[in-house]
């Protein structure tokens, strides 16, 4: 069974190294000219439910690569208001550290940089960059052609559309997919640590990641730090990597990334200049330094600190609930099929999930255990499912954070407040 995979992101290539781990015949077709087009970007954070299924279809050697080279995420997270007054902690309660390398309760702060050389470790020869995807046909066995800006097709038994939000291969599959537009914008930056950034940012910065409720807008922080330096990991899992014909050197110290300090600062669209999204950088670091003026001034210097051209602006939208029936051999996942504003970071990890169970899909397939038409309705279900209850809770959670309800500001704050104050109700409240 041959598999054609439209676009080269995290989802596509995780599905990739887990159909090549099966022994499918998978390739990959990637609009990106090169591999280095975009090792830009800010890290991922990796749950337990997107570390499980890179465990799944990763070689065990790219695995422990993955989590030396990961920062930890810091256990946890905080809720503060601006002036970074705490009102509730959860999961920083002093237990023994998680095992990192376990992959159902591991988190890791991923350089995107390694990320990309990991996931295309070993599957170089089946991606194909500067392959701009245009549409498909069937022909009469059923075989899906794929066609390509260059002129040129590839044949496949089974596509899949992983080439996200405005997915060319989903749209023409599903016409009736579309987007909502949210009234929210943000901003992205970083702060870079060495030695004068550590003298003064303040030890919550430093900890994990953390929610700041202010009387307006929001704030997230977050630090990432390798566990481990990339030359050590080399000289520790160098074997490995050679034993899979791969070139430690290249893969692991050519990905430079320097560690930081991550914020994203999130607003309601109408409260901000208009076109806010597209402004200069400079501008729009600018209007930022204003509104966060009287916050605490570290968090005031964490955002004025940072430099412009780092910045990363955008408007959010979120997919529209799908309905499907029946599958074909045409199919998709991560944002191609259910894409959803990065609040809270659910985005990749959903992606990665739907690769592990469509890799498992396929391989029992390819074994004669399945039908695949069965398979892939069983999976399309599913992934629907799980996909859109996660883009609403994506939705929920940038309306929250830019709600200008000054009633519902107030007593979001004083429901963390009562959370933290009594530690039993935090605990129910936060553990369900």
């Known amino acids: ?31 990106d000219r090169t591999p280095e087009s975009r090792l830009q970007g800010f890290r991922l954070n990796i749950e337990p439910i997107g570390g499980t299924a890179l465990h799944a279809c990763l070689p065990p050697a790219l ?45 890791h702060a991923v350089s995107r940089v390694t990320l990309r050389r990991l996931l295309l470790a070993g599957v170089q020869d089946v991606v194909h960059f500067g392959k701009e995807f245009t549409s498909f046909t069937r022909g009469p066995d059923g075989t ?93 899992l160098g074997p490995e990597l050679r034993a899979l014909g791969l070139d430690p050197g290249r893969l692991l110290t050519e990905s430079t990334d320097r560690d930081y300090v991550m914020w994203a600062y999130i607003a309601h669209r109408d409260s901000m200049p208009a076109d806010f999204s597209r402004l200069p950088p400079e501008d729009a670091h600018a209007t930022l330094a204003g509104r966060t003026k009287r916050w605490h001034p570290a968090l005031h210097r964490l955002i004025t600190s940072s430099y412009p051209d780092d910045l990363f602006q955008t ?11 029946p599958a074909t051999n045409v199919t998709g996942l991560g944002d191609a099929v259910h894409h959803m504003p990065p609040v ?64 519902v500001r107030t007593a979001a704050r004083t429901f963390f407040r009562t959370c933290g104050a009594i530690p039993p109700l935090g605990r129910a409240v936060f553990a369900a």
């Open 144 to 236: 899906v052609s794929a066609h390509f800006a260059d002129g040129t097709s590839a044949d496949a038994d089974v596509l899949v559309a992983a080439d996200g939000a405005n997915s060319r291969a989903w749209a023409q599959l599903h016409p009736e997919a579309g987007q909502i537009e949210l009234p929210a914008v943000a901003v992205g930056g970083k702060l870079y640590l060495d030695e004068e950034t550590l003298g003064w940012l303040p030890d919550t910065l430093l900890s994990g990641k953390n929610i700041f409720w202010p009387r307006r807008d929001f704030l997230f922080t977050a630090v990432f730090r390798r566990r481990e330096n990339p030359e050590s990991v080399v000289d520790r």
């Open 344 to 407: 809270g970071g659910l985005g990749g990890n959903t992606a990665l999930r739907d690769a592990q169970h469509l890799c498992a899909a396929l391989t029992a397939v390819h074994s004669g255990q399945r039908e695949l038409s069965d398979a892939l309705t069983e999976y399309e279900q599913e992934m629907v499912k799980h996909g859109f209850a996660t883009v609403r809770e994506s939705v929920r959670n940038t309306e929250g954070a830019i709600t200008r309800n000054r009633v």
């Open 63 to 107: 695995w422990a690569v993955l989590v030396a080279t990961a920062g930890d995420s810091g256990r946890g997270i905080g809720f503060l208001d601006e002036q970074m007054r705490s009102m509730i902690l959860v999961g920083r309660d002093g237990e023994a550290p998680l095992d990192p390398l376990d992959p159902a309760t591991g988190e």
């Open 1 to 31: 069974m041959r598999v054609g995979v439209i676009g080269g992101g995290i989802g596509g290539l995780c599905l990739a190294q887990g159909l090549r781990k099966a022994g499918l015949d998978v390739a990959v077709y990637e609009r």
């Open 315 to 325: 408007a959010f939208t979120a997919a529209r609930p799908l309905s499907l029936g």
